[in-house]
């Protein structure tokens, strides 16, 4: 993975510095709250609903084992004992006390990390493939240029103002697994008919209170040129992307606007002047940025494992665990292994101080020191040996590491939501937790098959709800009565869509029935093995609206004012248990 240089490294030492300087001046009444506001923002320190809360910036989710301890240190140290893994391959943790965050920087720049750019109007953190470099289906790897892309970014003096935040993903295998569509630039590392490196480009993709697919802007860009059209895209959008409007900042409003040809045309009248600039990525810099991605040291090892084979036909949870959390590795003889950070009860995307510990070792042993955090809140040993699978296997299922559930139902995305966030209408955690309890047979899992579910808290969209294939949005809090919005039909990957709202919003205990009303009709209606998206995409929102509704369900709830009998079934706190 890469290593700072010297200018990284001064980089960051010089903006611990600075911030300790700021934070003195804050404590000490030199600086106002607003004066502050922007300074501790530029470092991705929030101030939440209990606290400050600090994001960590990990480009393209790869981290090292020392990296990883670290997080186990600040958990335990400055925080409560956790930290929380998000969908942009980033952690936060949400319990800091603000005179000792520069400590905190300074302990992160020891390990090369810092917040920065994990917040504010500038190009964030850039988002990839979890299985870049040992994915089966790769056709280029994405992590050097998605470092590239990193060091160009890093306090680019013309993008730290930008109208809005932007948000960069790339992928470089067949299967998208960095959901470009739904990012403002998407960028797929692909090569044409002569062998020849380039990367489809797509713009204008997004959540949130507008959520729009990407758009292709240019079907085969070569690597040289990707910086400079990147640029060129960047300049367009700082120059006419709206700043009286944060609700129509983003750059996909930019490009609905004025529509894909004609914001086409104008970025390629810009990169007129770029193409062949000092920007122009060489063959000289590519490769010094790729030999920090060579191969570890693989050994020369067979597919075939009889002792594996024998433990997996006699062990049925081994079996599951295999079959949903083990994924083909391109050497022979390797695995990626998925460990499950969705383990029913648990926040999802939660990881105590001594997990995060035990995954370090784990790494240590079975996986070169590496780490990979997936945007769907889950951790990745990327480089297992297939012989090693039954004690990796044993050892992580005593820390509660290895549900076989990805890919599953309780396989849950979830934005922190009302409970931390100062934006969250309602509740996201407790609500998957319930969700994750009531489906929790893993045999009724299995028969569901491959499905997604996503939670945010608010239109904002955290936790990327619209493309889930079933997408859950907290709309309203009234004293305790929460209401969300259901909605069906959004993907992400290959086929990515955005997902439709089935109707009027629900109460908080009655949105586990409502999944389950879901499930019944997709059982009942489903061909052979169509998954749940194929279904919902063949017959319709009709039949599973209908069922939904049907009895009188949601007048009966309403009367109830969400405390009747559905409510009395669970015993689920306001706040969290962590508080």
């Not at 917040?119 to 994405?142: H, K, L, M, W, Y």
């Not at 960047?234 to 609700?247: A, P």
């Not at 109460?507 to 052979?528: A, D, G, M, N």
């Not at 007048?555 to 706190?573: F, I, K, L």
Request: net charge negative; proline share 4%; hydrophobic share 35%.
């Amino acid at each position: 993975m890469y290593r700072y240089d010297e200018y990284d490294q001064t980089i960051v030492d010089e903006r611990v510095k600075q911030f300790r300087d700021q934070v003195r001046r804050r404590l000490a009444g030199e600086l106002k709250e607003e004066e502050f506001l922007p300074l501790r923002l530029q470092n991705g320190l929030y101030m939440q609903i209990h606290g400050y809360m600090l994001r960590i910036a990990v480009p393209y989710g790869l981290i090292s084992s020392p990296q990883m301890r670290m997080f186990a240190h600040i958990a335990r140290k400055y925080d409560r004992g956790y930290g929380h893994f998000t969908t942009r391959q980033n952690i936060q943790f949400n319990w800091l006390k603000l005179e000792e965050t520069p400590d905190i920087l300074a302990d992160l720049a020891s390990v090369q990390m810092h917040g920065i750019q994990t917040s504010g109007n500038c190009i964030r953190n850039i988002t990839s493939d979890e299985f870049a470099g040992v994915a089966q289906d790769e056709v280029v790897d994405p992590r050097p240029y998605a470092e590239i892309m990193r060091q160009w970014s890093t306090f680019h003096p013309e993008f730290a103002y930008l109208p809005r935040k932007f948000k960069i993903a790339i992928s470089g295998a067949t299967d998208d697994r960095a959901a470009i569509y739904a990012h403002d630039i998407g960028l797929s590392a692909i090569k044409n008919a002569q062998g020849e490196t380039g990367f489809k480009v797509l713009v204008g993709g997004g959540l949130g209170r507008t959520p729009i697919i990407g758009s292709v802007i240019c079907e085969f860009l070569p690597w040289q040129h990707l910086l400079t059209y990147i640029e060129s895209i960047m300049r367009v959008y700082n120059q006419y992307g709206r700043r009286d409007n944060k609700y129509k900042a983003r750059i996909k409003i930019l490009v609905k606007d004025l529509g894909i040809d004609e914001f086409r045309r104008q970025v390629e009248a810009d990169w007129a002047d770029l193409e062949n600039g000092p920007g122009t990525l060489t063959s000289e810099e590519v490769d010094r940025v790729t030999s920090f991605f060579i191969d570890p040291p693989y050994e020369a090892l067979s597919d075939y494992n009889a002792k594996l084979n024998e433990f997996q036909a006699d062990n049925r949870p081994f079996s599951h665990w295999m079959a949903k959390n083990v994924k083909p590795h391109r050497i022979p003889g390797y695995a990626i292994v998925v460990l499950s950070l969705k383990k029913p009860g648990e926040a999802p995307g939660d990881a105590t101080a001594e997990q995060m510990d035990f995954i370090a070792d784990l790494a240590d042993r079975y996986s070169f020191g590496e780490l990979r955090i997936t945007h769907k809140q889950n951790l990745v040993l990327a480089d297992v040996r297939q012989q090693d699978l039954i004690s990796l296997w044993q050892e992580a299922g005593e820390q509660g590491l290895t549900t076989p559930n990805i890919g599953m139902l309780t396989d849950i995305i979830s934005c922190p939501g009302a409970e931390f966030c100062t934006l969250a209408n309602a509740r996201s955690i407790p609500l998957a937790k319930l969700i994750a309890e009531r489906f929790e047979n893993l045999d009724y899992q299995y028969d569901i098959g491959e499905i997604t579910l996503n939670i945010s808290g608010c239109v904002n969209a955290c936790g990327q709800h619209h493309i889930g294939n079933i997408g859950i949005t907290g709309v309203e809090k009234k004293d305790h009565d929460e209401w969300y919005q259901v909605s069906i039909g959004g993907a992400e990957g290959n086929d990515s869509s955005l997902s439709k709202i089935i109707g009027p919003s629900f109460t908080f205990f009655q949105v586990p029935e409502v999944i389950e009303r879901l499930i019944h009709i997709y059982l009942r209606e489903r061909i052979e093995a169509e998954r749940f998206i194929d279904t919902v995409r063949r017959i319709g929102h009709a039949p599973f609206k209908e069922h939904v509704y049907a009895n009188d369900f949601v007048a009966q709830e309403e009367h109830n004012n969400g405390c009747g009998v559905m409510s009395a079934q669970y015993d689920v706190p306001y706040y969290s248990p962590r508080f």
